[in-house]
């Protein structure tokens, strides 16, 4: 990876690669913050706000007053600059920044009070895209889970179905063959390209850089094709079920796999060779957006967020899932935490995506692609011609769905936006009783008044889309 200039003292480093366990204990910047005055939703709203608008109201929250009560809720952060607070309150102005789709994958709104062109508090307002997935399960089968999660977190659907389906399969106790696990691996890392180049593409876009659109545009339709090949769909897949996978890989998919690890790191070269030393990307970057470690812990931030501040986390390290345990790949960690770093993470994260693929293509099993648990798995397609069980027994799954034995479940995997769990309870139907989603893109939006606070009006758009947020995954 070529080197780019450092924010304060020369060269600046690429992104470290640490043991994943570990964690990074590094704030460049703490001699140089200060605690700020920053607005924070709190649980407890005064009547004035329950009497405003569903959305809030047009003015911001009223400050804390109690330093005590804000850091037991953790909410007590470092400022990213240091600036006087000396203007009279008549002098500040709100605005509206949407609600608007750019930079956030949905519809966001953020209350913005300024300062001239200093942006002094913010407060976003989601809820503009939701559908009550949650809610939508619990009238769902099991088998129809999938086609209901995969929606969540559009830019990444396998990583939805994939801990959806371990969840369940938590609750029934089956056992995955390995060529299953292994096709899941295989998805799920190429779909974690696939979300990071379309991130380049719009995080260039949205800086200047408007050529990185259709350059990265260009490389996430290869992975699509492949996508639509194996699943016939390009998004929304519902692929990856529990039990295992839908279908088989088709024939040939090897050949398309070499294809995509000579083309996909040719793309990524190409990228950093556009922005690596492009003046105005790194001055659009380079300490902007600032989160620190505390800060990322306070706010449950994970990912490529997390891990460009310097907590060298990864779920598929700390927490393995699918076998993916048995393939080799380092975790890349940066030490600013700010737009800049994030954009090295998620290029070194890219390549060593590649890398887990390649070592799945040259270790894929043998075998069945799904369970052989008649439970869970319908028969075979010939066997419904031919045997009227087999044909009951199709119907019933279908229909019906299988039962799932009672009792909660958890299952977190790492998704291209972070830790992303899902919560299932199950009282011995057909149907979750309960299931709740952990959504990596709802810390990202929460924490981002931690990253736009005190920081310029320009620098808005690119601290945004560096968290790469998606508002499916928000209000799902």
């Given at each position: 990876?070529?080197?780019?200039?450092?924010?304060?003292?020369?060269?600046?480093?690429?992104p470290i690669i640490e043991p994943p366990v570990s964690v990074t204990e590094v704030d460049e910047g703490a001699s140089r913050r200060e605690v700020h005055d920053m607005w924070v939703a709190g649980t407890e709203e005064p009547e004035w706000v329950r009497t405003a608008t569903d959305e809030g109201a047009q003015e911001m929250l009223p400050e804390g007053d109690d330093p005590a009560a804000a850091i037991q809720r953790g909410i007590a952060v470092d400022d990213d600059f240091v600036d006087s607070d000396d203007t009279d309150a008549d002098q500040r102005q709100i605005i509206n920044m949407g609600p608007q789709h750019p930079s956030t994958h949905g519809v966001l709104r953020l209350h913005l009070e300024l300062e001239g062109e200093t942006i002094r508090r913010?407060?976003?307002?989601?809820?503009?895209?939701?559908?009550?997935?949650?809610?939508?399960?619990?009238?769902?089968?099991?088998?129809?889970?999938?086609?209901?999660?995969?929606?969540?977190?559009?830019?990444?659907?396998?990583?939805?179905?994939?801990?959806?389906?371990?969840?369940?399969?938590?609750?029934?106790?089956?056992?995955i063959p390995a060529r299953a696990q292994a096709i899941r691996i295989l998805m799920t890392e190429l779909n974690r390209v696939a979300s990071h180049l379309l991130w380049v593409a719009t995080q260039g876009m949205d800086v200047g850089a408007v050529s990185m659109m259709l350059f990265?545009?260009?490389?996430?339709?290869?992975?699509?094709?492949?996508?639509?090949?194996?699943?016939?769909?390009?998004?929304?897949?519902?692929?990856?079920?529990?039990?295992?996978?839908?279908?088989?890989?088709?024939?040939?998919?090897?050949?398309?796999?070499?294809?995509?690890?000579?083309?996909?790191?040719?793309?990524?070269?190409r990228h950093e060779a556009?922005?690596?030393?492009?003046?105005?990307?790194?001055?659009?970057?380079?300490?902007?957006?600032?989160?620190?470690?505390?800060?990322?812990?306070?706010?449950?931030?994970?990912?490529?967020?997390?891990?460009?501040?310097?907590?060298?986390?990864?779920?598929?390290?700390?927490?393995?899932?699918?076998?993916?345990?048995?393939?080799?790949?380092?975790?890349?960690?940066?030490?600013?935490?700010?737009?800049?770093?994030?954009?090295?993470?998620?290029?070194?994260?890219?390549?060593?995506?590649?890398?887990?693929?390649?070592?799945?293509?040259?270790?894929?099993?043998?075998?069945?692609?799904?369970?052989?648990?008649?439970?869970?798995?319908?028969?075979?397609?010939?066997?419904?011609?031919?045997?009227?069980?087999?044909?009951?027994?199709?119907?019933?799954?279908?229909?019906?769905?299988?039962?799932?034995?009672?009792?909660?479940?958890?299952?977190?995997?790492?998704?291209?936006?972070?830790?992303?769990?899902?919560?299932i309870v199950s009282q011995g139907g057909a149907r979750p009783w309960r299931l709740h989603v952990r959504a990596p893109s709802f810390a990202a939006v929460q924490a981002m008044p931690v990253m736009m606070t005190d920081s310029l009006v320009a620098d808005l758009v690119a601290t945004l889309a560096s968290a790469d947020p998606v508002l499916g995954d928000v209000d799902r």
């Amino acid at each position: 990876m070529s080197d780019t200039p450092d924010l304060v003292t020369g060269d600046r480093e690429t992104p470290i690669i640490e043991p994943p366990v570990s964690v990074t204990e590094v704030d460049e910047g703490a001699s140089r913050r200060e605690v700020h005055d920053m607005w924070v939703a709190g649980t407890e709203e005064p009547e004035w706000v329950r009497t405003a608008t569903d959305e809030g109201a047009q003015e911001m929250l009223p400050e804390g007053d109690d330093p005590a009560a804000a850091i037991q809720r953790g909410i007590a952060v470092d400022d990213d600059f240091v600036d006087s607070d000396d203007t009279d309150a008549d002098q500040r102005q709100i605005i509206n920044m949407g609600p608007q789709h750019p930079s956030t994958h949905g519809v966001l709104r953020l209350h913005l009070e300024l300062e001239g062109e200093t942006i002094r508090r913010v407060k976003p307002i989601i809820g503009y895209l939701h559908t009550g997935m949650e809610k939508t399960a619990e009238t769902l089968s099991y088998m129809q889970g999938a086609t209901n999660v995969t929606r969540m977190d559009y830019l990444s659907p396998f990583h939805n179905e994939l801990a959806y389906s371990l969840a369940v399969e938590q609750l029934l106790r089956v056992e995955i063959p390995a060529r299953a696990q292994a096709i899941r691996i295989l998805m799920t890392e190429l779909n974690r390209v696939a979300s990071h180049l379309l991130w380049v593409a719009t995080q260039g876009m949205d800086v200047g850089a408007v050529s990185m659109m259709l350059f990265g545009w260009q490389d996430r339709e290869l992975c699509l094709e492949f996508f639509e090949k194996v699943t016939g769909l390009r998004m929304n897949h519902n692929y990856i079920r529990p039990g295992g996978v839908a279908a088989d890989l088709p024939d040939g998919w090897e050949d398309d796999v070499e294809s995509l690890l000579v083309k996909l790191p040719a793309g990524i070269d190409r990228h950093e060779a556009i922005l690596n030393k492009n003046p105005i990307f790194l001055d659009r970057t380079r300490g902007v957006g600032v989160i620190t470690p505390e800060e990322c812990r306070q706010y449950g931030v994970s990912g490529p967020i997390a891990r460009g501040s310097g907590i060298a986390h990864d779920l598929r390290k700390a927490f393995p899932y699918s076998g993916i345990e048995q393939y080799e790949f380092d975790v890349p960690v940066g030490k600013h935490g700010d737009v800049l770093d994030r954009y090295f993470v998620r290029m070194e994260e890219m390549r060593q995506s590649l890398r887990i693929v390649h070592q799945v293509l040259n270790t894929m099993p043998a075998g069945d692609y799904r369970t052989e648990d008649r439970k869970v798995t319908p028969p075979p397609r010939k066997r419904i011609d031919e045997s009227m069980e087999a044909l009951i027994h199709h119907f019933k799954l279908f229909t019906e769905g299988f039962r799932v034995p009672a009792g909660e479940a958890y299952q977190g995997v790492e998704s291209p936006r972070g830790h992303l769990g899902v919560y299932i309870v199950s009282q011995g139907g057909a149907r979750p009783w309960r299931l709740h989603v952990r959504a990596p893109s709802f810390a990202a939006v929460q924490a981002m008044p931690v990253m736009m606070t005190d920081s310029l009006v320009a620098d808005l758009v690119a601290t945004l889309a560096s968290a790469d947020p998606v508002l499916g995954d928000v209000d799902r």
